[in-house]
């Protein structure tokens, strides 16, 4: 697992308060790990201030799931 | 209309000196004192070092850890004290009508820390906003009732009462006509408040509210001693489960005590200091006496709002002995601010859970801390000094004064 994916993984965990086991590619934030519209906000904020990057809105709206997380991710951080 | 009849079933308390109820009565009786040096924050540079804060807790034994998250201190705490009163009514959601069960909760401040968090990392930063989006939802003081209510599935009335250190019994009052008018069957009623932090103590010294005795933080809280020089900051919460007569009745409820009487005054006069006749505290226990249909020579015992500081005691006492001449004599008199500090909005709801806990224990707590005798303070009263006493108790009435010029009084009466 890359590093970014390590780190999107344990952002994931302890703001949603799952489990790591829970935190799968296919997991969807809102379906799967109980976030509500606020969770997901603030993970969007989290992966911006991690990653020192600014997502804008339209494609925030597209990050669902944990995978999506850690492809967006991969593509657009700083390295 | 016939107004129907109060009483209390259920009580929850996490306090500095107990964090459940009958640890709480444990503390008051036995004359502990809460005040210590501050953990929460480094207070090394503060004018006054020390507090009366919660111990021993951990959010996270009573709430789910995600969502302790999204809730300010003193939303925690009120959960906590919610659900010690609510197991103790026994009641059941399942079989009461929930539209008819409300939830009225109170603060002084709210969310201060969170609101001071928020606003420190943001001007730790470059100007790019990154405010979380639980920020307001953490902070706004309604959002203890609006908890409560999702918690238990309360649909009935719902909201915040703000009167500072006057809020809890003024929320309490508010639970109790709204029952009386048949409104709700049901309110969940109380205060909690988390003040422990830089800008709560910064404020409040400021102001020089605060008791500067940092060499002996567990004597600082000294009401009517003439050494006295300001409160102690308290933190936590009391609730109360009110419930219509009837309809503790007839599930079988265990009933405390009955709330007879309420009075809600102003001073009208200034922000902080107390009207120097004393007009609306004369004229706030007089309301409640009068509502409750009793003589003033039927209380046994006043919960004062006796906050330890030099201008707000003897004000109080001249008021007491100007409603109650000579009965003021016969009565107990006590701050139990002595040992808890004082918790702002939640002192009053704490302070009618002594109140009621006096009347079921035929014992009154005691003023702590008594050194020295103030010649402004009639000696000749009661305060209950150092020492709980036992007597009789049928009837206990509880002030709470606040900034703003805000009085309340509430009286209980045993329950037969």
Known sequence: MSEIAQKVKSIIVDKLGVEESEVTPDASFTNDLGADSLDTVELIMEFEKEFNISIPDDQAENITTVGQAIAYLEEHAQK | MQLKRVVVTGMGALTPIGNNVPAYWQGLKNGVSGAALITKFDATKFRT?????VKNFNAEDFIDKKEVRRLDPFCQYALVATDEAMKDSGLDVEKIDLDKAGVIWGSGIGGLKSFQDEAMAFARGDGTPRISPFFITKMIIDLSAGHISMKYGFRGLNFSVVSACATGTNAIIDAFNYIRLGKANVIITGGSEMATTETGIGGFNAMKALSERNDSPETASRPYDKDRDGFVLGEGAGALILEELEHAKARGAKIYAELVGGGMTADAYHVSAPHPEGLGVIAVMKSAIEDAGIQPTDVDYINTHGTSTPIGDPQEIKAIQK??????????????????????????????IASILAIQHQTVPPTINH?????????????????????????????????????????FRKYE
Do not use: W
């Open chain 2, 323 to 352: 409603v109650f001449g000579e009965h003021a004599y016969k009565l107990n008199i006590s701050s139990t601010k002595s040992m808890t500090g004082h918790l702002l909005g939640a002192a009053g709801a704490i302070e009618s």
């Open chain 2, 371 to 411: 050194f020295t005798d103030d010649e402004e303070i009639d000696a000749k009263l009661n305060f209950t000094f150092n020492k709980a006493q036992e007597r009789k108790v049928e009837v206990a009435l509880s002030n709470t004064f606040g900034f703003g010029g805000h009085n309340c009084s509430v009286i």
């Open chain 2, 49 to 53: 070092k020390f507090a009366c804060e």
